[in-house]
């Protein structure tokens, strides 16, 4: 299951039932959980946690040090999740003093030469795309779908069950379940497609909906917007996160297409 050509650290830790193909580095402070992929090339780097039944395609880095000159040798840790699927030349880099880790967590599908920056956070279940960046801790939440060649700017985070157009560049947070696209980037819909595909009833895309009549069509400002949703919406599980969202949105929300 291990290929002699490759090179793994006596300080290594690797679990059960891995195969590691020809010409892997794998560095010391590693810890690699079982049933894991590594295919050949892919160089797994200090500080890297890798949890169980992984796919790392050829040419994948993780644990790399941080692209951030305030980096001073830290020690923090790049930590991936269960059943991911990393594609060929995707990047994770370890986190930095701000926050201490990177994580990629459960069932994701990191598609050819992503790039996930220093204290990022992906959720579960997410899928992003050839080429798209993401910046130094950004969140992405669960669910979303992220398509090819998208540019996240650092801080931004993404809320859960939405969907991103390619090539996108985006310097907002993008709140949950909404379609966004365009130039600059913009609300655009819901992602009603998405969302009937992970369950959501039509009751609830329709409070969905009206929440973000208020947001974006209303004319109203954020404040007024949210007020007018707390009066008039019942407080379900959706639409409280669509509120503490927008609330705690450091960036600022994107805006309406115009």
Same mark, same amino acid.
């Given at each position: 299951?291990?290929?002699?050509?490759?090179?793994?650290?006596?300080? +290594?830790? @690797?679990?059960?039932?891995?195969?590691?193909?020809?010409?892997?580095? @794998?560095?010391?402070?590693?810890?690699?959980?079982? %049933?894991?992929?590594?295919?050949?090339? =892919? *160089? #797994?780097?200090?500080?890297?946690?890798?949890?169980? %039944?992984?796919?790392?395609?050829? /040419? +994948?880095? #993780?644990?790399?040090?941080?692209?951030?000159?305030?980096?001073?040798?830290?020690?923090?840790?790049?930590?991936?999740?269960?059943?991911?699927? #990393?594609?060929?030349?995707?990047?994770?880099?370890?986190?930095? =003093?701000? &926050?201490? !880790?990177?994580?990629?967590? $459960?069932?994701?599908?990191?598609?050819?030469?992503?790039?996930?920056?220093?204290?990022?956070?992906?959720? $579960?279940?997410?899928?992003?795309?050839? =080429?798209? *960046?993401?910046? /130094?801790?950004?969140?992405?939440?669960?669910?979303?779908?992220?398509? =090819?060649?998208?540019?996240?700017?650092?801080?931004?985070?993404?809320?859960?069950?939405?969907?991103?157009?390619?090539?996108?560049?985006?310097?907002?947070?993008?709140?949950?379940?909404?379609?966004?696209?365009?130039?600059?980037?913009?609300?655009?819909?819901?992602?009603?497609?998405?969302?009937? !595909?992970?369950?959501?009833?039509?009751?609830?895309?329709?409070?969905?909906?009206?929440?973000?009549?208020?947001?974006?069509?209303?004319?109203?400002?954020?404040?007024? +917007?949210? &007020?007018?949703?707390?009066?008039?919406?019942?407080?379900?599980?959706?639409?409280?996160?669509?509120?503490?969202?927008? &609330?705690?949105?450091? !960036?600022?929300? #994107?805006?309406?297409?115009?």
């Amino acid at each position: 299951m291990i290929s002699p050509l490759a090179y793994i650290d006596p300080e +290594a830790s @690797i679990g059960a039932n891995v195969e590691i193909g020809p010409f892997v580095f @794998i560095d010391k402070n590693v810890v690699i959980g079982d %049933n894991n992929l590594i295919m050949p090339g =892919a *160089k #797994i780097l200090y500080g890297s946690r890798i949890g169980n %039944n992984n796919q790392i395609f050829p /040419g +994948a880095v #993780i644990g790399a040090i941080p692209q951030d000159l305030k980096f001073k040798g830290e020690e923090t840790t790049a930590e991936i999740g269960n059943d991911n699927i #990393i594609r060929e030349n995707v990047t994770i880099n370890r986190g930095t =003093a701000a &926050k201490g !880790r990177t994580i990629v967590g $459960n069932y994701n599908l990191l598609m050819e030469a992503v790039h996930v920056a220093h204290d990022a956070m992906v959720g $579960n279940h997410c899928i992003i795309s050839n =080429a798209t *960046k993401l910046a /130094g801790e950004v969140i992405i939440d669960d669910y979303t779908i992220m398509s =090819a060649a998208v540019l996240l700017h650092q801080f931004c985070r993404v809320g859960g069950y939405g969907m991103i157009q390619g090539g996108t560049r985006c310097t907002k947070d993008i709140p949950p379940y909404i379609l966004v696209g365009r130039e600059p980037a913009c609300y655009v819909g819901l992602n009603l497609v998405g969302l009937r !595909r992970r369950g959501f009833d039509n009751k609830t895309i329709d409070e969905i909906h009206q929440a973000y009549r208020y947001i974006y069509q209303s004319g109203l400002s954020v404040p007024s +917007a949210i &007020k007018q949703i707390e009066d008039n919406l019942p407080a379900t599980p959706e639409i409280t996160y669509i509120l503490n969202f927008i &609330k705690s949105s450091q !960036r600022g929300i #994107i805006p309406a297409g115009k």
